[in-house]
């Protein structure tokens, strides 16, 4: 049947569009008959514009409901190959419980059949018993004997069972406290990691702040060097700047003095010259009024007079400029006087505030000094603590790992005693069961070998029909299986990748779980009617080597050391493969190999095991 998904609410109807109103019919006066008038040609754009918008919207409304349709049927689609996949599986599953069936009912025809010829000759073995009641009385005796002693048999299986379930909780409970130990020495060694870390980060922590503390050491100390070379270098550049203003300003002054004085000396030369013009004129002049004598007399006076006066006016002129440049020395010095007293008063204020900076960081230090030992105090308490909650934790992992000790000891011991005083018990069993065998068979030895070789002969033939059946009940289950699966790579010795695993121990823990779970599974599903038979028959723990494939069928079952009993060799061909198909290779090792060979040693007793 194909399910169909709810269907989604259909989107709302499309509203239709409103009615074009239509033509407006006026009448004239004078008219014989009316006229239509149209409407605005406004309300014909309106109109188109919505039926535009109306068909947008429908056309929207249609690819939605297309997209929801095809989703539904994809929808559908996948849902019913799933149910057909469903349907497939469940019909392989029933064809193969079908072959099941089969098989089983063909056993259980032979198995009539056997028990209709063990009737029979149960019938007349009656029908002799009959005619012989002396003999009659003492098979029925024997009979009883053999009864007790399947009772007994049974209640000795029944024990093993019990010491068995025993023995398994006594390893859970051993699994146990060996999960708790190991939670205990976790938990320790949890502890002791957290305890070194912290010791670890606190050594790291008091590091760093020492170098911290160097650090700001060097830093300080480079930054003093640094701002007394500063200040060194700024005394320098301020005794070399005031210096240099000094012999700018001195220059600009002596610049100055030596213009001004060439501008004075030069008027005054302008002036001597223009008075000396002038006393030319004069001289000339006079010269000219008083003829010749008068003139070389007024020329001699006037030359005089004006070198008296030029030289009066030099000495002033060198006299005012000694003044002005006295003046200008002394202001020069006073000036460099409150420059220098400027300079000490900064110089004061420099020694005073680099005090106080050393002074400051002195108290940092010492603050710091303070703090780092209160630190590394605390750190050593810590660290105490630490080590006293690790030698605590130590002693209580000791004294718990002791007591399980001690409680799995004394488990062991009383397991050991169960198992001894069951193998007495079991011995005993088996010595009055073999006891009474052997009166039996002494005393029914005569009669019942006849009886005997026909019984052996048809046990014979019911193993060789149940083997013949097995095997071709192996064959029909291995090819179904051959044809379902349809292995990817070829079953050839020759290309297959293969990994061998010789024990319980291996590097890829992959591999080594596979084997485990495959050793599982034929430790759990063989019956213990098997077990018991195969425990029966004197034989020597074989050596078997299983080729599995990556799709778990069996590829090969080799015996490296036989049992030396061939029904027993037979008997685990017959186990491994009425278990197939195993467990399929897990991605990661299906990647790597295509066949794992697992080699064990069985031993039967009161369970298979795969050691």
Do not use: C
């Not at 539904?72 to 392989?92: C, I, K, M, P, Y």
């Not at 070379?229 to 320098?236: D, G, R, T």
């Not at 005031?242 to 100055?256: C, D, G, H």
């Not at 044809?483 to 050839?492: C, I, N, V």
């Amino acid at each position: 049947m194909v399910a169909v998904a709810p269907l989604e609410p259909a989107p709302p109807p499309v509203t239709p569009a409103p009615t074009v109103p239509a033509s407006v019919i006026v009448v004239a006066p004078s008219a014989s008959s009316p006229k239509p008038v149209a409407s605005p040609s406004r309300d014909d754009g309106d109109a188109a514009l919505e039926a535009a918008r109306r068909e947008a919207a429908r056309q929207r409304a249609a690819r939605l409901e297309a997209e929801r349709l095809e989703a539904e049927r994809q929808e559908a689609t996948r849902r019913a190959a799933a149910q057909l996949e469903d349907q497939r599986r469940e019909l392989a599953r029933r064809e193969a419980a079908r072959q099941e069936a089969a098989r089983q009912e063909a056993a259980g025809a032979e198995a009539a059949r056997l028990e209709a010829e063990r009737q029979e000759a149960a019938r007349v073995a009656a029908a002799q018993l009959e005619a012989q009641q002396r003999e009659a009385a003492r098979q029925e005796a024997a009979r009883t004997e053999a009864a007790r002693l399947d009772a007994e048999r049974q209640e000795a299986a029944r024990v093993a069972a019990a010491q068995l379930e025993a023995q398994r909780e006594a390893a859970r409970r051993q699994e146990a406290a060996r999960a708790e130990a190991a939670r205990l020495d976790a938990e320790r060694q949890e502890a002791a990691r957290v305890a070194a870390a912290q010791l670890d980060m606190q050594r790291r922590e008091a590091a760093r702040q020492e170098a911290t503390r160097a650090e700001a050491t060097r830093l300080d100390a480079e930054r003093q060097e640094a701002a007394r070379q500063a200040a060194a270098q700024l005394e320098a550049q301020r005794r070399e700047e005031a210096r240099r203003e000094e012999a700018a300003r001195v220059e600009a002054e002596r610049q100055e003095a030596a213009r001004q004085a060439a501008a004075r000396l030069d008027a005054e030369r302008r002036e001597a010259a223009r008075r000396e013009e002038a006393a030319r004129e004069e001289t000339a002049r006079l010269e000219a009024e008083r003829q010749e004598a008068l003139r070389q007399t007024a020329a001699r006076a006037e030359a005089a007079r004006a070198e008296a006066e030029r030289q009066e006016a030099a000495r002033q002129a060198a006299a005012r400029m000694e003044t002005e440049r006295q003046e200008a020395a002394r202001q020069a010095a006073a000036r460099q006087e409150a420059e220098r007293r400027e300079a000490a008063r900064r110089e004061e204020l420099a020694r005073a505030e680099a005090a106080r900076l050393e002074a400051e960081r002195q108290e940092a230090a010492r603050q710091a000094a303070a703090r780092q030992e209160a630190e590394r105090r605390e750190a050593a308490r810590r660290e105490e603590l630490a080590r006293a909650e690790a030698a605590r934790l130590e002693a209580e992992r000791q004294e718990v790992a002791r007591q399980a000790a001690a409680r799995l000891d004394a488990e062991r011991r009383e397991l050991a005693r169960r198992e001894e005083a069951a193998r007495a018990e079991a011995a005993r069993l088996e010595a009055e069961r073999q006891e009474a065998a052997r009166q039996v068979a002494r005393q029914e030895a005569a009669r019942i070998a006849a009886e005997k070789e026909e019984a052996e002969r048809r046990e014979a033939v019911r193993r060789a029909i149940g083997r013949q059946l097995d095997e071709e009940a192996a064959r029909r289950d291995a090819a179904a299986t051959a044809a379902r699966t349809q292995p990817p790579l070829p079953y050839s010795l020759s290309t297959a990748r293969r990994a061998r695993l010789w024990g319980r121990s291996d590097p890829n823990a992959e591999l080594v779980q596979y084997a485990e779970a495959w050793a599982r599974k034929i430790q759990f599903n063989t019956t213990p009617e098997t077990v018991r038979e195969m425990a029966k028959r004197p034989h020597r723990s074989p050596m078997v080597t299983v080729s599995v494939r990556s799709d778990g069928s069996v590829e090969k079952v080799n015996f490296d050391l036989s049992s030396g009993v061939p029904e027993v060799d037979e008997e685990i061909r017959r186990i491994v493969q009425s278990q197939t198909p195993f467990q399929a290779f897990s991605p990661a090792l299906a990647r790597e190999f295509d066949v794992i060979e697992i080699r064990r040693t069985w031993t039967f007793d009161v369970a298979v095991r795969l050691q």
